[in-house]
């Protein structure tokens, strides 16, 4: 994860867009959407230094230009009850700037998030977000407001010039090292073509095929090598790029004519689930679940699921000869698995997460069809 953040950042910030680490100080192990409500991260401090603390430690001196704090409530971290981490001072100031020693510009996750909205009148929100070590407020509702509290502390001595100094040079700093003060409007003319070129689609194509991963293929199903399949599509999003993709040798079956397949067939069984944004519900339908389950007792079953290998965490895949993630759906990944799947590029993928148990990070089988050795 380190190496892939690093990478990420670097190449944005090569191209003059700030990167930015988030969010600070870990927002994995959480139950509440912080859009709507402030989650809670309990653990205690061995755990949260060595877990949700420790890939931020890893890129602070990385030369990353932004951190962005998240709302949260950790009580290990914040003795006040109830505070976010977003408005802390001891996790901004105290621990971030001061005992990480990050010196790059500091932002708030979004202000008009219920985490804090809910909680906090607009402009008093600012105040207190830029008393607690931020730099800049994301998505005020109170601009006015919090300028005005802002200054108001400023003369009463409860923020310091210095400090005031402090956010605005690293905001100047930053505007010359990303060339603003060279800066001269872009035409929008034949953006999308030049943003979707040839060499950004092959990268792309490229970028999904390396991600398939195969996490298993007991009875050696794959490739399919022209061979005859039933596909059965399941789950609510669109399908239809990967059954054109993937070829004449296919027949599309659905949900309720399973029946109607011979037994001992090869039977694809691809998962497509909406991602077009991330707030999208990754679990597979109980009704999704139950088919599988019906196919595996009579078929040869190539499970493939196009979204979150996180799906795959109460799916019993015990009877389950093959199993592809192909972690998002889309036509670009749609294109990548039908061409692996036809021995058109090679399965080198491995699982970037821990799913349950039995499937775990790192795991994933090399298949290197002998057309592309």
């Known amino acids: 994860m380190i190496s892939s953040a690093l990478a990420y950042s670097n190449g944005l910030q090569d191209n003059n867009i700030l990167a930015a680490i988030k969010h600070f100080p870990g927002h994995g192990d959480t139950s509440t959407d912080s859009h709507l409500d402030l989650p809670v991260v309990s653990h205690n401090l061995d755990r949260l230094n060595n877990i949700e603390l420790a890939p931020f430690k890893d890129l602070m001196n990385k030369g990353i230009g932004g951190v962005m704090v998240a709302h949260l409530y950790v009580p290990a971290l914040e003795s006040g009850k ?30 008009n998030m219920g985490a804090v909205a809910n909680k906090y009148n607009p402009g008093e929100l600012d105040a207190m977000a830029f008393k607690a070590g931020n730099d800049i407020m994301l998505f005020s509702q109170g601009v006015a407001n919090g300028k005005k509290l802002i200054q108001k502390a400023i003369d009463n001595r409860e923020i310091s010039q210095s400090r005031v100094e402090e956010s605005v040079k690293k905001i100047l700093l930053t505007k010359y090292f990303l060339g603003l003060d060279k800066y001269s409007p872009k035409s929008p003319e034949n953006i999308n073509s030049d943003l979707n070129n040839d060499s ?3 990268l792309a194509q490229n970028l999904y095929s390396n991600a398939l991963t195969l996490l298993k293929d007991d009875k050696k199903l794959l490739p399919l090598n022209g061979k005859q399949v039933y596909y059965i599509p399941l789950e609510e999003a669109p399908y239809q790029t990967f ?19 011979p037994a001992n067939s090869t039977v694809i069984v691809g998962l497509h689930k909406d991602n077009s944004t991330a707030y999208k519900p990754y679990k597979i339908s109980d009704a999704a679940k139950k088919v599988l389950a019906d196919l595996t007792k009579n078929q040869n079953i190539i499970l493939n699921v196009f979204g979150s290998a996180y799906a795959l965490k109460d799916i019993d895949i015990s009877k389950v000869s093959t199993v592809l993630v192909s972690y998002e759906n ?37 298949l290197i069809p002998a057309t592309v050795k």
């Open 243 to 261: 059954v054109n993709q993937l070829g004449s040798n296919i027949i599309i079956k659905k949900a309720d004519e399973i029946n109607t397949i």
């Open 330 to 366: 889309n036509d670009d990944s749609m294109t990548a698995t039908a061409n692996a799947l036809n021995g058109k590029t090679k399965i080198w993928g491995r699982l970037p997460v821990l799913v349950n148990d039995k499937l775990k990070a790192g795991m994933g089988i090399d």
């Open 200 to 202: 950004h689609k092959v």
């Open 82 to 111: 109830g505070i976010p981490a977003s408005v802390s001072k001891n996790i901004i100031t105290g621990l971030l700037k001061d005992q990480l020693g990050y010196k790059g510009l500091i932002i708030t996750d979004a202000l």
